[in-house]
């Protein structure tokens, strides 16, 4: 699950063979929320860009956000029942994210790797292979956006071109896709109580899987009965802003020409241009003009077809 040192993503986690909402399990917790900064100058830019921002555009909300803080999974991510992921998430807000992960000097957000290598995390980080990803993004945002590679009943993958509308990445490929949200979820803060904490972790993870689904149906506009079931292949993050992705794998039960149809009234519609439903071979041509973290939820994809063609 290595890339190359230049690779615009990083893949933080595999499911190759799908795991399914009862395989994957959420701990929401203050824990997981971001450590600020010690750097007070750098601490106050986060501010500074963000009243920026809303003067250029009024339009600017600050909505909350689940904060992605590591993983840990119980067996290999294979196609047992037994295999399960549990997820660390926090709560943080877009204005932090704008202020940390698209800080123009966001690399200063990031502990360094001598720092983060060789302090006492090495018995940490032989029980947990990605503590050392999480120390090093323990100051930023680090929001969890989610992404659906879907595909049609004619085997074709649904990808949109982004409008100039947006805050990231305009005119560029993505996934339908975009954050599960706290609001939707019912969560303005952290629980108080145990009787509460579980009671929220099921909620928080139910709509890791709901919120896939409504932003495939907001952005494609297909009705939500043509979709099957999300499972949950991965999570990616682009090297540029470390900004992670949860990445699931949709079957829908409609043409690629019917959904061509069906995007004209899509609700969110202005947040692209055009939908393409493209084969496997055009993706790959397309990946090129993808944000490091769709590029690596393509990767998860890629993984989970070569692992269901190995199947006997």
């Not at 982004?162 to 303005?188: C, K």
């Amino acid at each position: 699950m290595e890339q190359e040192a230049d690779s615009a993503y990083k893949l933080l986690l595999s499911c190759p063979h799908g795991f399914s909402s009862s395989q994957v399990s959420v701990v929401f917790d203050g824990s997981y929320d971001r450590v600020p900064h010690p750097d007070t100058n750098l601490e106050n830019s986060i501010s500074e860009i963000w009243d920026s921002r809303v003067q250029n555009n009024k339009s600017l909300f600050n909505g909350q956000k689940f904060r992605y803080g590591g993983h840990i999974m119980r067996g290999e991510g294979g196609s047992s029942v037994e295999s399960h992921v549990c997820l660390h998430l926090g709560l943080t807000d877009y204005r932090t994210f704008v202020g940390t992960n698209l800080n123009p000097l966001w690399e200063k957000f990031l502990v360094p790797s001598e720092v983060h290598k060789y302090a006492d995390h090495v018995c940490l980080a032989s029980f947990y292979p990605h503590y050392y990803d999480v120390i090093q993004c323990q100051h930023t945002a680090s929001p969890l956006g989610n992404g659906a590679v879907v595909e049609t009943s004619d085997k074709k993958i649904l990808l949109l071109q982004r409008s100039n509308n947006v805050g990231e990445f305009p005119g560029h490929f993505v996934f339908p896709g975009g954050h599960p949200e706290p609001q939707d979820a019912g969560i303005t803060s952290h629980p108080c109580g145990s009787t509460d904490s579980e009671f929220i972790n099921h909620k928080v993870s139910q709509e890791m899987f709901d919120s896939i689904t409504r932003e495939v149906v907001e952005e494609i506009g297909v009705p939500s009965e043509s979709l099957c079931n999300p499972l949950f292949i991965g999570i990616s993050r682009r090297r540029l802003n470390v900004r992670p992705a949860a990445f699931f794998f949709i079957k829908c039960s409609l043409q690629s020409n019917e959904i061509q149809q069906l995007y004209s009234t899509a609700q969110d519609g202005y947040e692209s241009t055009q939908l393409f439903a493209v084969s496997m071979i055009e993706l790959e041509n397309m990946a090129s003009k993808m944000p490091g973290c769709h590029q690596g939820g393509f990767a998860l994809y890629k993984l989970m077809v070569e692992a269901m063609n190995n199947i006997p």
